[in-house]
């Protein structure tokens, strides 16, 4: 069974940057695995934020970027602002079938 | 403005069966691929299946296929999950998002938009 591991929680102080990490337990990530991002608020459904490694949609402040980084797929935070507060799902893809990572909580404190 | 809202989800006892809807607007339905996330509570998402644009391929998470059945209506902009022989372990939120989309060269976008989940409780 296919398992996508992420950092399950992550503190960073307002204006600070963070990255976000995605791993897969099969080897290395790579663009061909099309890493996804997602960002969730309490009660909201999940938004959009990165698809294919490190493109952003129309909405995706700047302040977020994708890369590949040591063989796992990263989520970047620069200028962390309070409202990025929220979990964070990465997506990997194997070949048809779909798999999220566990998700990171990001504190902003 | 893409819209997807989900319906049918309810209490229902284990081993009944239910059938989801999702209703889309805001995009040309029928050219997309189409998908159901769910999440149980207090936890991560999880993928569930996807379909493509015409209904000719369908791909589900391992662990779901034979119980769960994704279709769609593309005359009525519609996508559906039917959902049976539900355990306890189906309990969730259970989302309709659009994509995959191909964007190009070496790219594909998941989910790009989301319904607002209807949730599916199993219990006696």
């Known amino acids: 069974q296919t398992v996508v591991t992420q950092e399950p929680s992550l503190t960073v102080s307002p204006g600070g940057t963070v990255t976000l990490t995605c791993a897969s337990s099969t080897g290395a990530v790579t663009s061909g695995y099309y890493p996804n991002w997602f960002q969730q608020k309490p009660g909201q459904a999940p938004r959009a934020l990165i698809y294919s490694t490190n493109n952003k949609h129309s909405w995706t402040p700047a302040r977020f970027s994708g890369s590949l980084l040591g063989g796992k797929a990263a989520l970047t935070l620069s200028g962390v602002q309070p409202e990025d507060e929220a979990e964070y799902y990465c997506?990997?893809?194997?070949?048809?079938?779909?798999?999220f990572g566990g998700g990171t909580k990001l504190t902003v404190l | 403005e893409v819209q997807l809202v989900e319906s049918g989800g309810g209490l229902v006892q284990p081993g009944g069966s239910l059938r989801l809807s999702c209703a889309a607007s805001?995009?040309?339905?029928?050219?997309?691929?189409m998908s159901w996330v769910r999440q149980a509570p207090g936890k991560g998402l999880e993928w569930v299946a996807n379909?493509?644009?015409?209904?000719?391929?369908?791909d589900y998470v391992d662990s779901l296929k034979g119980r769960f059945t994704i279709s769609r209506d593309n005359a009525k902009n519609s996508l559906y999950l039917q959902m049976n022989s539900l355990i306890a372990g189906d309990t969730a939120v259970y989302y309709c998002a659009r994509g995959p989309a191909y964007c190009g060269g070496d790219c594909y976008s998941y989910f790009d938009s989301w319904g607002q989940g209807t949730l599916v409780t199993v219990s006696s």
């Open positions: 997506l990997l893809y194997y070949g048809g079938a779909l798999v």
């Open positions: 379909i493509k644009q015409d209904g000719s391929q369908k």
């Open positions: 805001g995009f040309t339905f029928s050219t997309y691929w």
